[in-house]
């Protein structure tokens, strides 16, 4: 009983739910009292006017005051103060019956729940007893599983490891045979792209040297033999690259259940090692419902024996395919170095004939361009011819001009007026005729340019495809890939 506030707060005065006694029952235990009834408060006016200073709960009756006297009516009960003379008629409404009655009661209630009480003791402590007995038996059939568990773990995790280690050497192994295929096969690239980037550059050629001579021939040909080679490396390339797949899907299977193997063997020698004293543990409520299995034991075993199984198989097929492109190198290497010398000699032989052919171009044009230099000094003597008749040009037209100013009959067709006119006349047909020699040279001129066009383009084409023979195309092929350079060991 709680034993806080005033008398008219207090917690500890609730109304009994037995209407059939007339005192409260008496308990010294809290539990018997507290969130058992609602609490309804005493109003001020019907509060006692003492403090308890008992474990005791008050009656739940309120007492009543006697029937007021006719002076006291109008008066508000909150305002009625309690006289002397009326306190035993407010306080002593129980019999000393009552009185011992409610005592015997609240002892007997208070036995009951004693025995009750100390009968749920007794089989509690058995129950606890029973169940740490058989909990500890139960724990003890889990480490032992366990216990097997982490060995069988320990045994294939063994295994996985020597197949891993075996199935990672062969992979080393074809993964360099490959590497030195790559190379060779990239080596090819060089020579290819030469005599591709050759006939790129011949097809640049211009006009007349676009011919389909030895040399492209050639070229053509030590394209096909590249590209022949190229394509039996490229299957040899594939088939390692298929294979170094499979040997990694298989090494990734081994490596991934040896991860798995790791994690279950770290994870089940945690748990084998638990204890109820060890740090760590804790509740997980439902887990037990949760089933997250995938496998037996049997399917287990044979999951890991599966994966060790096909890193065997793919180890062989690599071993066999490491032979054949060991083969393979020795032979195309041979193949592209003899046309490779064909090709070369057949350039050698049309630089030389581009070279006398621009040599004779190059006579023709300085004596084409000589007589342009002189024609162009008469077309400028012309054009000056033609500019010294425009002053004189001009004189005659003006004097014509002021002299039609004349006023009446000074208006004569007098001997100065038809000079004028005829001097008009001649200056006018010298010009034409000047104009008309400037044309007939610049006519001469542009059929000498033309012929100089043709030279120098004709020249062009041979310095051009000189050019290209010479300098571009046998400029890369100074070089050629080495034989251990083609077998891929550089």
């Known amino acids: 009983m709680e034993l806080v506030g005033s008398p008219l707060t207090a917690t500890h005065a609730h109304p009994r739910s037995t209407p059939n006694k007339f005192l409260p029952a008496i308990s010294t235990m809290a539990s018997s009292y507290k969130n058992r009834f609602p609490y309804y408060p005493l109003p001020q006016t019907f509060s006692l006017p003492w403090m308890p200073r008992s474990y005791y709960k008050t009656a739940a009756i309120n007492p009543t005051l006697a029937p007021f006297s006719k002076c006291d009516e109008g008066i508000t009960p909150g305002k009625t103060l309690p006289f002397v003379c009326n306190r035993t008629d407010l306080f002593t409404r129980y019999t000393p019956e009552d009185w011992y009655k409610s005592n015997m009661t609240n002892y007997k209630e208070s036995e009951t729940s004693r025995q009750n009480a100390e009968r749920l003791r007794d089989d509690t402590c058995r129950m606890i007893q029973d169940k ?107 088939k390692a690259k298929a294979q170094l797949m499979s040997n990694r899907g298989a090494q990734h299977d081994l490596e991934r259940d040896l991860a798995n193997k790791q994690a279950a063997h770290r994870i089940d020698d945690k748990c084998h090692h638990l204890r109820n004293t060890s740090d760590g543990i804790s509740y997980y409520r439902g887990v037990e419902r949760v089933d997250a299995t995938i496998t037996v034991p049997e399917t287990w075993a044979k999951f890991t024996d599966t994966n060790i199984f096909r890193s065997q198989n793919d180890r062989a097929a690599s071993a066999k395919l490491r032979d054949n492109i060991e083969t393979l ?106 104009q008309q020699r400037l044309r007939d040279a610049e006519d001469t001129l ?33 070089t050629f890939p080495s034989t251990p350079r083609l077998v891929g060991y550089v």
């Not at 773990?153 to 490959?178: N, P, Q, R, Y």
């Not at 040599?359 to 230099?373: G, N, R, V, Y």
């Not at 001009?394 to 001009?401: C, I, N, S």
Request: aromatic fraction near 4%; glycine fraction near 2%.
């Open 132 to 238: 740490h007995q058989q909990t500890m038996k139960t724990q003890g059939e889990s480490t032992k599983n366990l216990g097997v568990r982490v060995n069988d773990i320990g045994f294939w995790k063994s295994e996985l490891c020597h197949e891993l280690d075996e199935m990672i050497k062969e992979t080393s192994a074809l993964t360099d045979v490959k590497k030195r295929l790559e190379r060779a096969l990239a080596e090819t690239e060089a020579p290819l792209q030469v005599a591709r980037e050759c006939l790129l550059h011949r097809e640049k050629r211009m006009g007349i040297d676009l011919v389909h001579d030895e040399v492209e021939k050639q070229l053509f040909r030590e394209v096909d033999i590249i590209k022949s080679c190229q394509e039996r490396m490229q299957q040899h390339l594939d």
């Open 446 to 478: 542009q059929t000498l340019v033309r012929a100089k066009s043709v030279l120098e383009h004709d020249l062009a084409v041979k310095a051009n495809s000189l050019f290209i023979d010479q300098e571009k195309c046998m400029g890369m092929r100074k």
């Open 329 to 434: 190198l020795a032979v195309t290497a041979d193949e592209m170095w003899s046309q490779f010398n064909t090709v070369n000699i057949a350039f050698t032989n049309r630089i030389s004939e581009t070279a006398d052919a621009k040599s004779k171009i190059q006579t023709h044009l300085a004596k084409t361009l000589q007589e342009i230099f002189q024609l162009e000094m008469n077309i400028a003597a012309i054009r000056k011819a033609i500019r010294d008749k425009g002053p004189p040009l001009k004189v005659a037209q003006t004097r014509l001009d002021e002299r039609t100013r004349r006023p009446n009959m000074e208006l004569c067709r007098d001997p100065p007026q038809l000079r004028l006119v005829n001097e008009v006349y001649e200056l006018d047909e010298t010009i034409q005729n000047l």
